[in-house]
DNA sequence: CACCAGGAATGTA
DNA sequence: TACATTCATGGT
């Protein structure tokens, strides 16, 4: 195995401590089915927005006592849209969520049953629907299934960049790096992708300082 | 007012 | 394979 990153990991969470916030949930453990099914709403919404924007459409959602994907599946498009418009894209997300509602609660005996499955196999379906691809795929997987997946997103290929993986990075090249340096255990994955964001973030707001 | 945020699909060369 | 474009809102 290649050199850990466990010692990074361990610098960021001295650093940021427990990811919390709009982590709180996602790195949350253990969760229960209504937490894993917002989970796997919120990675739809989260997809190219503002996290303040996906609040305010979950807020619309929960209000309307529609946090549930059975209660999804039984909306009309423009229902879904009304509520959340915030988030952006609302045409294509209300899509997206009516169909990996209607995947998971009626094709699949609902996310117990999904959790229950292969990795690979629930993968595959869920990169199957149209709107999620490889990122929202493994969002879900790691914080709503708890799968051992690494997540790569932006953040992640800018950290990798910065501590010493060389370009060439097509999304399971990314997630080999990952994955090869860590143990296998979806809660150093869902806490580390998650501080590596924070991170992230953290370094853009004070446009780019050097590192510790 | 310009730019951006946990993406993904589609079209072009 | 590698880019460009489209989708859309609210924050900074």
């Known amino acids: 195995m290649a050199k850990s990153l466990i010692p990074f990991f361990e ?33 739809i919404l989260t997809q190219r927005a503002n996290w303040l924007n996906v609040q305010q459409a979950v807020e619309n959602l929960e209000k309307a006592g529609c946090l549930l994907l059975r209660d999804i599946v039984e909306m009309s498009p423009g229902q879904l849209e ?8 609302y045409r294509q997300k209300s899509v997206r969520l009516l169909t990996l509602a209607k995947v998971i609660e009626k094709d699949s005996g609902g996310l117990k049953r ?13 990169l199957s629907i149209s709107g999620i691809g490889p990122e929202t795929a493994d969002d879900i997987l790691l914080y709503a299934l708890d799968k051992a997946v690494f997540v790569v997103d932006e953040y992640t290929r800018r ?36 501080l590596i964001v924070i991170d992230g973030k953290a370094r853009r707001g004070k446009k780019c300082l050097s590192e510790a």
């Not at 999904?114 to 869920?126: D, E, I, M, N």
């Open 159 to 194: 950290w990798a960049k910065l501590f010493g993986f060389p370009g060439e990075s097509s999304y399971s090249k990314l997630q080999e790096f990952f994955q090869e340096r860590l143990p296998q255990d979806y809660r150093v994955y869902q806490d580390f992708h998650a």
């Open 82 to 89: 009304r509520l959340i418009r915030p988030s952006g894209f």
């Open 114 to 126: 999904l959790k229950s499955l292969p990795v690979g196999k629930v993968r595959q379906q869920l």
């Open 11 to 43: 610098e960021l969470k001295k650093q940021y401590g427990q990811p919390s916030g709009q982590w709180a949930l996602w790195c949350k453990r253990p969760k229960n089915w209504a937490e894993r099914e917002q989970v796997a709403i919120e990675a």
